[in-house]
């Protein structure tokens, strides 16, 4: 169900910055700056919408439990393996999406504010 | 001999196919038009199934088994109330903790939004809103006094059916469960009034 003016906005990805489609079986490093929101989310699911369940029984990270690199920076890395800091478990098979949720936005009320290069990059690492 | 009102065999057939041309056109734009309010999967219906009328209920909505719309934000706890106005206006509550992310969203019976909010939205932490048909809002505004002005927040329903969304975000995974409490914590019900009062 789609979120209102008031609740926020919602971005779907379901390719990386360089245009190939989210692989299961690549690494990818989400970086770069948030646009303003009071919290945002970042979660993985499946080309259906659903999650795949996990050991680790994480499916995103919020704006409130990230380890930071000091700055305003962040970066998130998504692999199948273990990975230090910042680890989304890839559980999914074959392809998956990525959704962003900014809550309470300034930028709730109109979504054609934001420039593609506001929202975080999305790099393919090495696939195995 | 012709009559001028005759019309020849191919003109004839050509304005058989541009009727039969218009009436598929008219079905197809109608069944269009009219699957969204029978599709048996809707979002009501699916929340008809998993909540009882006039009460909060959680819903896990991260796996397509229990879920009421695919692509939910599995970092938010979520409860839906499905009303029905036909016994009286619907009363939500709620009290809302300062800096803990809530979010509130009313729907007809079609899944269509007609109200959106966040806790933000709340005076003092309290929060009280009436969801109503016309004629019922009529009588609400009745019975109003001047000087004193309605605390509540009042909303039209466009169907006499509907249903409440309540989101509230887990900022960890390990939050979840309060989460969960402070989306029961809302109550959903029914407002119903003794006759004369």
């Known amino acids: 169900m789609p979120l209102g003016p008031a609740e926020g906005l919602s971005f779907i990805a379901r390719i990386d910055s360089g245009g190939r489609k989210l692989d299961a079986r690549c690494d990818y490093l989400i970086s770069g700056q948030m646009p303003n929101a009071r919290f945002w989310t970042l979660s993985i699911l499946n080309s259906d919408g659903y999650i795949v369940e996990h050991a680790t029984r994480r499916y995103g990270f919020t704006s409130g439990e990230l380890l930071r690199d000091g700055g305003h920076g962040f970066s998130i890395l998504l692999s199948r393996s273990a990975r230090p800091g910042n680890w989304l478990p890839i559980a999914s098979d074959q392809s998956f999406v990525l959704m962003l949720r900014l809550y309470d936005s300034a930028n709730s009320a109109n979504a054609f504010s934001l420039e593609s290069s506001e929202l975080p990059n999305i790099t393919r690492e090495r696939c195995a | ?197």
Not at chain 2, 57 to 67: C, E, P, R, V
Not at chain 2, 92 to 111: K, N, V, Y
Not at chain 2, 150 to 160: A, G, K, M, Y
């Open chain 2, 1 to 197: 001999m012709k009559t001028r009102r005759q019309i020849g065999f191919v003109p004839r057939l050509f304005l058989w196919g541009l009727a039969m041309l218009s009436v598929a056109g008219i079905v197809h734009v109608a069944s269009i038009l009219i699957m969204p309010r029978l599709a048996t999967r809707d979002a009501f219906a699916r929340i008809s199934v998993l909540a009882p009328a006039n009460k909060m209920t959680l819903i896990d909505a991260t796996t397509s088994a229990m879920s009421v719309a695919p692509f939910e934000d599995p970092s938010m706890a979520l409860g839906a109330c499905r009303f029905d106005l036909s016994a009286g206006p619907l009363r939500i509550r709620a009290s809302l903790p300062p800096e803990r992310l809530l979010l509130m969203s009313f729907h007809g019976r079609f899944g269509q939004l007609f109200y959106a909010m966040n806790d933000r939205g709340a005076t003092r932490g309290r929060l009280e809103v009436v969801v109503a048909t016309r004629d019922q809002l009529e009588e609400i505004e009745g019975r109003d006094s001047d000087d004193e002005p309605p605390q509540e927040l009042r909303l039209l329903s466009p169907t006499p059916e509907g249903f409440f969304i309540a989101r509230a975000l887990a900022e960890r995974p390990s939050l979840k469960s309060e989460a969960q409490t402070r989306i029961m914590s809302i109550s959903c019900q029914t407002e119903i009034r003794a006759p004369g009062n």
